[in-house]
């Protein structure tokens, strides 16, 4: 439960800084469609133009930055992929390498077809 809890507060907000960075965009596409008669060419309104169009178009570059925020997960995964330096192997024990050796050497053997006195013949070869 709070699981879906934690990805429903993450989902609202996504939605909330979507709404909120296309809002005045949509408000000056309002304001168009009302007085489409009438151009403005005053700086303010070239200016607020300018804005809103940033604004929408960096709503999809502030979800990264909300995720990093609200998800622990995606923190430390984010975080360990930028670090420079690779984590150390573990050191696997004897038992594990022998079994491995024991695997890789049964899994190598082949049939090969060899020729004795002129006649081909099937045998198991072991590398």
Known sequence: MATRKRLAKIVLVFVGLFALCWFPNHVLYMYRSFNYRQIDASLSHLVLTLLARVLSFSSSCVNPF????????????????LQCKRKPHHERN????????????????????TVINGQGSRQEVTL
């Open 94 to 113: 004897a038992s594990h390498m022998q079994s491995t050796t024991a695997i890789r050497m049964t899994s190598i053997k082949k049939t090969a077809p």
């Open 66 to 81: 909300a995720l990093y925020m609200l998800s622990e997960s995606f923190r430390r995964h984010f975080n360990s992929s």
